[in-house]
Protein backbone atom coordinates (compact mmCIF):
# COMPACT_ATOMS: atom_id res chain seq x y z
CA UNK A 1 0.00 0.00 0.00
CA UNK A 2 0.88 3.29 -1.37
CA UNK A 3 2.10 5.86 1.71
CA UNK A 4 -0.40 8.93 0.90
CA UNK A 5 1.44 12.21 1.29
CA UNK A 6 -1.84 14.45 2.78
CA UNK A 7 -1.82 12.06 5.63
CA UNK A 8 -2.26 14.50 8.78
CA UNK A 9 -0.02 13.60 11.79
CA UNK A 10 -2.69 11.67 13.90
CA UNK A 11 -3.73 9.35 11.22
CA UNK A 12 -1.93 6.29 10.17
CA UNK A 13 -2.54 5.70 6.32
CA UNK A 14 -0.99 1.72 6.67
CA UNK A 15 -4.18 0.83 8.91
CA UNK A 16 -7.22 0.02 6.99
CA UNK A 17 -10.27 -1.97 7.44
CA UNK A 18 -11.11 -4.31 4.38
CA UNK A 19 -14.12 -2.35 2.66
CA UNK A 20 -12.90 0.39 4.63
CA UNK A 21 -10.40 1.85 2.49
CA UNK A 22 -9.93 5.58 5.06
CA UNK A 23 -7.35 5.91 7.29
CA UNK A 24 -7.86 5.22 11.18
CA UNK A 25 -7.12 7.41 13.92
CA UNK A 26 -3.26 7.16 14.49
CA UNK A 27 -2.79 6.76 18.59
CA UNK A 28 0.73 6.46 19.39
CA UNK A 29 2.04 4.40 22.27
CA UNK A 30 1.77 5.61 25.55
CA UNK A 31 4.42 2.98 27.03
CA UNK A 32 7.23 6.29 27.52
CA UNK A 33 5.07 8.32 29.76
CA UNK A 34 3.91 5.48 31.95
CA UNK A 35 7.81 5.23 32.76
CA UNK A 36 7.54 8.93 34.35
CA UNK A 37 7.97 9.00 37.80
CA UNK A 38 5.43 11.83 38.73
CA UNK A 39 2.79 10.67 36.27
CA UNK A 40 2.88 7.47 38.24
CA UNK A 41 3.03 9.40 41.33
CA UNK A 42 -0.10 10.92 40.15
CA UNK A 43 -1.50 7.68 39.58
CA UNK A 44 -0.78 6.27 42.81
CA UNK A 45 -2.33 9.74 44.47
CA UNK A 46 -5.44 9.99 42.69
CA UNK A 47 -7.84 8.11 44.17
CA UNK A 48 -7.28 9.57 47.80
CA UNK A 49 -6.66 13.27 46.00
CA UNK A 50 -10.05 12.32 44.86
CA UNK A 51 -11.46 11.95 48.38
CA UNK A 52 -10.07 15.10 49.73
CA UNK A 53 -9.59 17.95 47.32
CA UNK A 54 -13.76 18.97 47.80
CA UNK A 55 -13.08 19.54 51.75
CA UNK A 56 -10.34 20.64 51.45
CA UNK A 57 -11.18 23.66 48.90
CA UNK A 58 -14.51 24.15 51.24
CA UNK A 59 -12.01 24.58 54.22
CA UNK A 60 -9.81 27.19 52.24
CA UNK A 61 -12.69 29.14 51.71
CA UNK A 62 -14.50 29.19 54.56
CA UNK A 63 -11.64 30.13 56.93
CA UNK A 64 -8.98 31.93 54.83
CA UNK A 65 -11.93 34.38 52.72
CA UNK A 66 -9.89 36.87 52.74
CA UNK A 67 -7.48 34.97 50.36
CA UNK A 68 -7.41 36.10 46.45
CA UNK A 69 -8.85 33.11 45.07
CA UNK A 70 -6.08 32.16 43.04
CA UNK A 71 -4.04 32.25 46.14
CA UNK A 72 -6.58 29.96 47.96
CA UNK A 73 -6.55 27.63 44.99
CA UNK A 74 -2.84 27.39 45.06
CA UNK A 75 -2.98 26.63 48.71
CA UNK A 76 -6.02 24.02 48.72
CA UNK A 77 -3.89 22.07 45.95
CA UNK A 78 -1.18 22.01 48.36
CA UNK A 79 -2.99 20.70 50.95
CA UNK A 80 -5.02 18.05 49.42
CA UNK A 81 -1.45 16.51 47.80
CA UNK A 82 0.36 16.84 51.18
CA UNK A 83 -3.16 14.98 52.69
CA UNK A 84 -3.49 12.56 49.48
CA UNK A 85 -0.10 11.18 50.25
CA UNK A 86 -0.39 10.80 54.27
CA UNK A 87 -3.41 9.00 53.36
CA UNK A 88 -2.28 6.79 51.07
CA UNK A 89 1.08 5.63 53.19
CA UNK A 90 -0.61 5.47 56.35
CA UNK A 91 -4.05 3.64 54.90
CA UNK A 92 -3.83 2.72 51.31
CA UNK A 93 -0.83 1.24 50.81
CA UNK A 94 -0.67 -1.10 54.10
CA UNK A 95 -4.36 -1.96 53.45
CA UNK A 96 -3.52 -3.04 49.76
CA UNK A 97 -0.66 -5.44 51.38
CA UNK A 98 -2.97 -6.75 53.76
CA UNK A 99 -5.48 -7.42 51.31
CA UNK A 100 -2.96 -9.68 49.29
CA UNK A 101 -1.63 -11.62 51.74
CA UNK A 102 -4.74 -12.37 52.65
CA UNK A 103 -5.99 -13.17 49.37
CA UNK A 104 -2.94 -15.60 49.22
CA UNK A 105 -4.00 -17.49 51.85
Known amino acids: MEKSSSASPITNPDVSAGANSH ?4 IPS ?3 IRTLKWIRFLGVLSYSLYLV ?4 ILAVE ?3 PQLHKVLQGGISLLI ?3 LAYVIY ?3 EFPLGQLRKKFSRA
Not at 23 to 26: A, F, G, I
Not at 53 to 56: A, G, L, N, Q, S
Open 62 to 64: MYL
Open 53 to 56: HDTV
Open 80 to 82: SFG
Open 23 to 26: SRLY
Open 30 to 32: LDG
Open 89 to 91: QFL
